[in-house]
Each structure stands twice: as structure tokens, then as C-alpha cells.
T-cell receptor, first 112, second 111 residues
Framework: DGGITQSPKYLFRKEGQNVTLSCEQN?????MYWYRQDPGQGLRLIYY???????QKGDIAEGYSVSREKKESFPLTVTSAQKNPTAFYLC???????????FGPGTRLLVL | RKEVEQDPGPFNVPEGATVAFNCTYS??????FFWYRQDCRKEPKLLMS???SGNEDGRFTAQLNRASQYISLLIRDSKLSDSATYLC????????????FGAGTILRVKS
């Protein structure tokens, strides 16, 4: 089955710790995105990548980092600089012109 | 002003009712428009695209008014399974096809 997978489903972070969220797709999409969703708010763009080995900051990139070494994978690291990391993190990919983005099942990050 | 604004609701309606959601967007350069559905604690899923001429998919009808920068979604004959949050989404074709999301409108259909 083609699709987008994210792991883990739930992640707990201790103060001062960096954590990495996984996003994998086998849809052969070039573009991938990371969003954050907080209660009562719309999704906000953290980072996006239109092609392998290239990525751009979104609206709320501070405290986050990404890599795009393979077309299929776009991991997101939440660093200790992100002071309010508790949120629902969603990864998406984009097939191309005339289409829209499709989402993975998400990762809930909680701070201990 | 938010880029995409929606009435948060909740809209509480009985089964069989017709309900309409509205959405306004601020960027007149926006090119593509969508309605997504999001169930509790799940990812958003595409419900339908919105075209200038209006479009229908079964019980769902979407309308776009570019002059007023206004998008609507009409649900007829509501089902219990329609209960969800409906997200109005706009693609401004910038930032690598960045999508801008409204905060969502909550629909609760009751028997």
C-alpha cells in the first residue's frame, strides 16, 4: 500500500532533550512538509522540502531542524531550543501541480 | 487578521439537517482551495477541492466567490458519521505550494 507513515504515534520529551520524529513516504512525491497543530488553531508550517538535499523554513522554524537525504524520508528534530514543543505534528507530501497535500497519521509530542 | 478565517462552531445539528460552513481568506493571489475533514486526534483528510464554478460530491457542495474571497461548504442530509472538524484550506502557490489552514469548524450531528 502506498502512503505516508509517521513514528512514533506518541513521544515524550524531557527538558533539554532533542527528539526526532520520523516521516516516510512511498508515493514517489518530491515535496514534503512538516506542520504543527495546537488545540483550537490551524496547522502551521514548520519546514518544507521540494527536492532531495534541499529544504526551506516555514512560518515557525525556530527550535526545529530537518534533513532530506532521501526522497522517501523527511525527519524532524525538535531541539531543546523549542520551549513549547507539546503539539500534534503532521507530515505531508505533495504529488504536484493540480493536486493537494496528503497527510501522515501524526505524532503527539508531550513534555515530561 | 488571520489569513483564513472560519467560524469555530460547534454546530450541533440533528440527523438529516442541512448545514453550511463559511470561510474567508485574505490573500487575493490564492489559487487553489480545499475542504479537509479532521476526525478527533487524527490527521486531516481531503474532503473536496473547491472550483470557481462550484462543485458537488454526493451530499457535499462547495462554492467559491473570488470577488468576496469567500468559500462555503454545504452538507445535506447530515449523518452521524459527518461529525468532525472541517478545515478550510487555501494554497497561495508560494513557499513551495504552502497550504494555509483555517482553525476549523466543529460539526456535531446528533440522533
Amino acid at each position: 500500500d502506498g502512503g505516508i507513515t509517521q513514528s512514533p504515534k506518541y513521544l515524550f520529551r524531557k527538558e533539554g532533550q532533542n527528539v526526532t520524529l520520523s516521516c516516510e513516504q512511498n508515493l514517489n512525491h518530491d515535496a514534503m512538509y512538516w506542520y504543527r497543530q495546537d488545540p483550537g488553531q490551524g496547522l502551521r508550517l514548520i519546514y518544507y522540502s521540494q527536492i532531495v538535499n534541499d529544504f526551506q523554513k516555514g512560518d515557525i522554524a525556530e527550535g526545529y531542524s530537518v534533513s532530506r537525504e532521501k526522497k522517501e524520508s523527511f525527519p524532524l528534530t525538535v531541539t531543546s531550543a523549542q520551549k513549547n514543543p507539546t503539539a500534534f505534528y503532521l507530515c505531508a507530501s505533495y504529488p504536484g501541480i493540480g493536486e493537494t497535500q496528503y497527510f501522515g497519521p501524526g505524532t503527539r509530542l508531550l513534555v515530561l | 487578521r488571520k489569513e483564513v478565517e472560519q467560524d469555530p462552531g460547534p454546530f450541533n445539528v440533528p440527523e438529516g439537517a442541512t448545514v453550511a460552513f463559511n470561510c474567508t481568506y485574505s490573500n487575493s493571489a490564492s489559487q487553489s482551495f480545499f475542504w479537509y475533514r479532521q476526525d478527533c486526534r487524527k490527521e486531516p483528510k481531503l474532503l473536496m477541492s473547491v472550483y470557481s464554478s462550484g462543485n458537488e460530491d454526493g451530499r457535499f457542495t462547495a462554492q467559491l466567490n473570488r470577488a468576496s474571497q469567500y468559500i462555503s461548504l454545504l452538507i445535506r442530509d447530515s449523518k452521524l458519521s459527518d461529525s468532525a472538524t472541517y478545515l478550510c484550506v487555501v494554497n497561495a502557490m508560494e513557499y513551495g505550494n504552502k497550504l494555509v489552514f483555517g482553525a476549523g469548524t466543529i460539526l456535531r450531528v446528533k440522533s
